[in-house]
């Protein structure tokens, strides 16, 4: 089968390579496969990984061998949760399963899906309904990640948020906070049309990053946000995302900062604001069939996300395509 392979950093190329073994797992032949900053980062070595490796955990496709336990059925549509966990460290066995010790991602530690066919346990597979389109469901596990997060904020109806960045996560964690019952949620970035895109997807206000301040102390009278979720995963957007919160807020570090050392970030803030920090990884199962769920029944907007798809061998195009000023999900097609 064709996948897409790194074999030394910086490179990737798509290369004939034998079919997956399947015994006691189910067999998918994936049709649509997300990019996003994790797979750069391991394509550039940021994230140190072991090479050759297949790139990609953002996959949905079609079963071909269900695999023994009967979960899924062969021709049923599935998403992937690509967080493999062991059953049994400390992690694990109190139900927390996505922080496992013995874990691995897919596309990082182990082979992922940016391949014609995968091999994987059906408790891995989460089925899609057709109403989901196939250029929506390549968000389905991005989605799942931002809804674990929003089990770890704590919201109010009359509370504000704010957004800082808007890529495809900005974009979920905005539709999440307004489903969840926060109509003033203020989306900074810089890029004109996303402003628009977040307005039209339930932002009371937006700003550039200069903005923010005065556009926050506006909406929250002077108070700052009950809420932030930091969204790009830099220390200087964290920076920003600590200083718009009001005293005794929540800011969710979603996005990934792999820097060892931090710039200095206003610490002082942190104290004096009482502030609580959460840093939510990965997703649980129940988090994916809730993201499905969301996605199914028009609660959350896939749809206006995708920018751009590429076929399997064009995947280097496709990781040139994520850094397009126009691309939100980016995807590449078996
Ligand atoms: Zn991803
Ligand atoms: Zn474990």
Redesign the pocket.
Known sequence: MKAAITTTPGTVEVLDVPSPYVEDQALVALERM??????VKVLQGTVPVERPRILG??LVGFVVEPGPLGLVSAGQRVMVNPSLSCGHCRECRRGAPHRCSNGALLGRDVDGGFAELLAIGERQLHVVPDGVSSEASSSL??LG?CVHAQHMIEVFPGQTAVVVGLGVSGFLMLQLLRARGIERVVGVTRAAWKQELAKELGAIAVATPDQAADVVADVTSGNGADVVVEAVGTTGTLAQAISLAGIGATVCLFGTITASKADALPFYDLYYKELTLRNPRAATASDYDEAIRLAASDIVQLRPLWTHGFALDEVAQAFEALNDPTALKVTLQA
């Open positions: 997300g990019l996003c900053g994790t797979d955990h953002e596990q991005v990640t």
